[in-house]
């Protein structure tokens, strides 16, 4: 790790890193590529480069259009092969981190260079991906960043990896991701001759929280940081997680509400709440109003089916609030009203303990792997909050150093997440706000939340929450309707996003079926139009 950390200061110090700004990315990609022979060079970067810390296996030329195999990703990270739209040099390496831990790498670097370095994050559900994300990678090289993917120290899903290995936990928390930065810079630099000229960062979820992180702890690493549906308070999450399994029980158990008894509470969140909006088109705009009242639902004298008894009743009102600790402090927000429970019933009511809620505390919490899920309670909530490796509830407040250094933060998060409370986004955002007593004017120098309604985590969802976050979710490059390109172009022209244009994709993902522009946060959206809800003029940020 010494060795690598001494290549920061390399970076820092270099003084064609920091003239580099004065000269334009496009005329230095013409010199470049008029001179190089990109195969070649490809071929060549093995051997060529010796960076120490860095363990070179292999580079690969990949022609736009290969449907690319990774046959040594782990088969639970779920990314098998991807196709690679863009002519691109793949290198892959590994960095040891300690003498215990070693974090996996690759490196793409585009033909098609626009000059600019990114690095992806790490994703799925809060620790369960713990993999490089190639569609990531795949969605960076097609807008021309060089960029760079870590495996965050370890492969698959489980949490095996941390038990009584802080290195591994080290590696998760921050370590792997900053590593990949470094190095990425310096790999880039080395391979088109010349530096990159702004650092950008894409995360969500485990992402997200990666993202700020960085903000927290690294703050000359990025010029933009996009941190979408952020895992914030990690560990308050895998406690969320245990609590929301208490509050619905075995599916044996009273309390337990099936998956048909879920899509009646969704409509009934809907009868109580759509319309506070202005609109009652399926979607809630600003669940913030919405204080559900589940007891409408029990059922009548004689009433069998579509109704709740007064024990499920409170295991809903258990859901839609807030977690808090022995001592009275919130330890996590209420899951938002909104969350489509018609559709799916979220893995946190199915009546099993989280898989992750036990990873979390057999392997970093107890070191113990016979701890049980079904008999967590608050006082391991607050264990785990008071243990808080690494500061992993990435909970630092001052963001001044990051601001001073010219940074950006663009936070999304969406409106019907289900795995991380979108009220955490506004938490944090809030807490930034008080700890450098800034008000939201100020803060949108340089830190910009929206709020993305029908956006599930990260994606997805019932919604126009295709924001150009991630490959599957982008209706264009234009900055006006892809976050990343509005990132570049806030960080690089000043110009920042007022609003997040989302796409409503059809089903194979080929058509635009309408458009909403998403307010930033604490504007909320509101319907001011008296025809078609899918009309983007017809709402209005206020
Ligand atoms: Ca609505």
């Known amino acids: 790790m010494n060795q690598v950390l001494n290549i920061t200061s390399n970076l820092i110090s270099d003084p064609t890193l920091l003239n580099f700004s004065s000269q334009s990315p496009s005329s230095l990609l013409t010199t470049t590529t008029d001179n190089l022979d990109f195969v070649a060079n490809c071929s060549r970067f093995a051997s060529e480069v010796d960076i120490p810390g860095i363990k070179l296996h292999f580079t690969q030329y990949v022609h736009g259009g290969t449907n690319l195999s990774f046959p040594e990703n782990h088969p639970t990270c779920g990314i098998p092969y991807h196709v690679v739209s863009s002519d691109l040099c793949r290198v892959v390496m590994a960095v040891p981190t300690s003498k215990s831990s070693e974090i996996s790498l690759e490196a793409w670097f585009p033909l098609d260079y626009s000059g600019r370095f990114l690095s992806t994050a790490n994703r799925g559900v809060l620790m369960s991906t713990s993999g490089i994300l190639y569609n990531e990678l795949e969605f960076a090289t097609s807008l021309g960043f060089a960029s760079i993917g870590a495996n965050n120290g370890h492969n698959g899903t489980s949490g095996y990896a941390f038990l009584n290995n802080t290195d591994a936990l080290a590696d998760y928390t921050y370590r792997s991701l900053h590593t990949g930065v470094v190095a990425g810079k310096e790999l880039t630099k080395k391979f088109y001759g010349f530096p990159f000229h702004k ?12 993202g700020l992180k960085e903000a927290q702890d690294f703050p000359e690493d990025f010029d933009g940081i996009v941190a979408g549906a952020p895992a914030l308070a990690l560990p308050n999450i895998m406690s969320w997680g245990g609590a929301l399994y208490k ?21 009934e969140v809907l009868r109580q709440c759509d319309a506070l909006d202005g609109a009652s088109d399926g979607l809630l705009e600003d669940p913030s109003t919405c204080q559900f009242t589940p007891e409408t639902l029990i059922c009548s004298k004689g009433q069998t089916s579509r109704c709740l008894t007064g024990l499920q009743a409170q295991t809903v009102r258990s859901i839609y609030s807030p977690l808090y600790g ?44 016979t701890w049980d899920g079904r008999n967590f309670s608050l006082a391991n909530a607050m264990n785990a909050a008071s243990q808080n490796p690494f500061n992993i509830q990435t909970w630092e407040g001052d963001l001044s150093a990051f601001a001073e250094n010219g940074g950006k933060i663009l936070t999304y998060h969406g409106l019907q997440d289900f795995v991380c409370s979108s009220e955490i986004s506004q938490l944090y955002y809030a807490h930034v706000s008080r700890t450098m007593n800034l008000p939201p004017r100020e803060l949108d120098s340089f830190y910009r939340l929206f709020y993305v309604s029908g956006m599930d985590h990260c994606r997805d969802g019932d919604g126009a929450s295709a924001i150009g976050q991630d490959v599957g979710s982008s209706a264009g490059r234009d900055p006006n309707e892809n976050a990343l390109m509005a990132m570049v172009r806030w960080v690089e022209e000043g110009i920042p996003p007022d609003t997040l244009r989302g796409a409503k994709l059809s089903a194979d993902g080929s058509q635009v079926e309408y458009w909403r522009a998403h307010c930033k946060w604490p504007k909320k959206n509101r319907y001011i139009g008296n025809g078609m809800v899918t009309d983007e003029k017809a709402w209005k940020c206020m």
């Open 199 to 210: 650092s950008y960062f894409l995360g969500c979820s485990s992402g997200g929280r990666q």
């Open 326 to 369: 022995s001592d009275g402090q919130l330890l996590y927000p209420r899951m938002q009203p909104g969350i489509n429970t018609k559709k799916q019933v979220p893995f946190y009511f199915q009546g099993i303990p989280w898989d992750l809620t036990e990873d979390w505390f057999r392997y970093v919490v107890y070191n113990d792997t």
């Open 247 to 267: 509050a619905t029980g075995d599916p044996e158990s009273e309390s337990f509400l099936s998956p048909e008894l879920w899509a009646v509470v969704y409509d």
